[in-house]
């Protein structure tokens, strides 16, 4: 777009929403939090209001909130001395490092605020509302930890953290008023995505050849920078090692081949570890393991076998797992806070937490999903597309849920959209009642589209949190064109939250338009439907 477009959006911007209008302006983007008074007290304790425009007071509220992490990070580090050992020190050490992811999500998003380049562009919309409802998830997930421990870091934290959220919920609700007051174009240009001038294929007509051999040879010919073999014939014998070796902030892409084996590691990529892949040599052959659970010690955060924080993650052909067992109750196998990040004909699986979509823009396709109770987890923009969920045994007298969705805010644009999958009985399954999903938190938002549902599902289809009316009326819940003895939507539940969707309403949570995939998928070289399948 051309400076002078910009510029031009910048002044109908200021001429929309002038200064007289600011205390009203902030009222209602208010009302659409949790907290509609303490959002307003948040943003009218900002230095020059209410004389500052709109765009403005946007600015300086995500400056506040970004000097408000600060301080709080600076409380729990100071706290690393005091916290005992145990469960306690590792709720902290999960507080400080989200709360650095925190300082560089509100950073991202000041970029972008600055240049007003959000001002007609659906993706930076996008990525603007993704990085502050990581935010709000990161201080949820920190206060989680703190929740089951009762010392000096909950006593002296927990406030600080509180109001680091209450500040970004004001910013978010600020900047969904400015968005819907100066109108964002909500048309989004499809791509065509798939082969044309007479080529054929799974994956999209431009993509470079490098690109496309990546996704389509053998593991074995792939032109790999670093390969990990057990037998000590390669690069390197752990996954770790080869991690660890990874350039920083990279904008390349960078690809580990990891052999055949089953590797008893617990994994972390950190945030500096950008653009990184992993090709495997099968669900079944290049395995990741651990055991770490809840019941062990660990906080639901710290027990994945494999967490991703490095944006542009991709993983194809490679088994993770937590085989904790249903005994121990919460047990990660993979934890993703990465940002636009594909999983490809991988497998999960675990029990209870199996897959933690805890934040950012996800994308599945054609893969394996087992577990129990809320097996696919967390606040992440997700599409699962093309994907078997398969339920299996839980512990005696649970019942299985397949999805809990955690957005906590009506602003976040945050949510799991399940599209051509196939729900069905694992192997070691018993006949228990089985759900679509239940609502961890306030917001909840979950659809099925265009899904195959065996007959485990209950007629209902949709179950309580711990059999209270907790959100049933602020859940965000349905159901498209899905198929199969589970699908049957006669008995299904008739909460206010509930919606048998129509053809323009799932149109919303397709790979297109929930996660704008249009605008980073095709560089991934992964197959997906933009759109409902016909």
Not at 128 to 136: D, E, K, P, R
Not at 272 to 284: F, P, V
Not at 448 to 474: H, K, M, R, V
Request: charged share 20%; aromatic share 10%; glycine share 8%.
């Amino acid at each position: 777009m051309a400076k002078a477009t910009v510029a031009l959006l910048a002044m109908v911007i200021c001429a929309t929403l002038p200064l007289a209008y600011s205390n009203n302006f902030v009222t209602s983007a208010c009302k659409t939090t949790a907290e509609p008074e303490l959002c307003v007290s948040s943003l009218s304790g900002i230095h020059g209001f209410p004389h500052l425009i709109p765009t403005k007071l946007l600015n300086a509220a995500i400056k506040a909130s970004m000097s408000l992490v600060q301080k709080t990070s600076t409380i729990a580090v100071g706290l690393s001395g005091k916290a005992s050992p145990g469960l306690e020190k590792i709720a902290l050490q999960d507080c400080i490092g989200l709360l650095d992811d925190t300082a560089d999500h509100l950073s991202e998003v000041l970029q972008h605020v600055l240049s007003r380049n959000f001002s007609s562009n659906n993706f930076k919309v996008s990525s603007i509302n993704v990085f502050l409802s990581a935010g709000l998830t990161n201080q949820d997930t920190c206060i989680e930890g703190m929740a089951v421990t009762n010392g000096v870091v909950k006593s002296q934290l927990q406030s600080s953290v509180q109001r680091v959220s209450r500040s970004i919920s004001a910013a978010l609700a600020m900047f969904m008023a400015i968005v819907k007051k100066v109108g964002v174009n909500s048309a989004h240009n499809r791509r065509l995505l798939f082969a044309e001038n007479g080529e054929t294929g799974d994956f999209p007509a431009w993509l470079s050849s490098s690109d496309r051999r990546l996704l389509q040879v053998s593991p074995s010919d792939v032109q790999a920078d670093a390969v990990v073999a057990q037998d000590g014939s390669r690069n390197y014998t752990t996954i770790a090692d080869a991690v660890n070796a990874v350039p920083e902030k990279s904008k390349q892409r960078y690809v580990i081949y990891v052999t055949a084996g089953v590797y008893y590691e617990n994994i972390e990529i950190s945030k500096k570890k950008k653009n990184l892949m992993l090709i495997g040599d099968g669900i079944d052959s290049t395995i990741i393991t651990g055991n770490k659970s809840v019941v062990d010690g660990s906080t639901t955060f710290r027990s994945a076998t494999f967490a991703v924080k490095g944006a542009g993650f991709i993983a194809r052909d490679i088994g993770f797992q937590n085989t904790a067992g249903p005994y121990k109750h919460q047990a990660v196998a993979l934890r993703v806070g990465s940002d636009l990040s594909v999983f490809y004909r991988c497998s999960f699986d675990g029990y209870q937490d199996t897959l933690y979509a805890h934040s950012l823009r996800q994308f599945y396709r054609d893969c394996e999903i087992y577990g129990t109770v809320d097996f696919i987890f967390g606040n992440a923009a997700a599409v699962i597309q093309g994907c078997k969920i398969m339920p299996r045994k839980p512990m005696e007298q649970q019942t299985i849920t397949i999805t809990a969705q955690g957005r906590n805010e009506g602003n976040e644009n945050t949510g799991f959209s399940l599209h051509d999958c196939n729900v069905t009985n694992a192997p070691d399954y018993v006949p228990v009642p089985a759900y679509l999903g239940r609502p961890w938190k306030e917001y909840s938002r979950v659809v099925f589209l265009q899904c195959y549902l065996d007959d485990i599902i209950e007629p209902q289809g949709w179950a309580q949190w711990n059999s209270s009316d907790f959100a049933l009326n602020t859940l965000y819940y349905g159901e498209y064109m899905n198929y199969g003895l589970g699908a049957d939507l006669h008995a299904r539940i008739n909460w206010p939250g509930y919606h048998a969707l129509d053809t323009l309403q799932a149109d919303k949570f397709t790979v297109a338009e929930f996660i704008r995939g249009d605008e980073w998928l095709p560089s991934t070289g992964i197959s997906y439907f933009p759109g409902l399948k016909d």
